[in-house]
């Protein structure tokens, strides 16, 4: 689950980028927090 909402704001993000402008700081935001959301996973599944 959680890698799918990882795959949906890439993919937000791509389409983000070949849209509007304006969108572009929202979009970037989108992934930083799916980055910042798969190393907090991924971190977690090592330790456990």
Do not use: P, R
Not at 24 to 37: E, T
Request: a negative charge.
């Amino acid at each position: 689950m959680l890698y799918k909402v990882i795959a949906i704001l890439v993919l937000l993000w791509l389409a983000g980028l070949a849209s509007f402008i304006m969108l572009g700081g929202l979009i970037h935001l989108l992934l930083i927090i799916a980055i910042f959301v798969f190393a907090v996973e991924f971190m977690t599944e090592e330790s456990a």
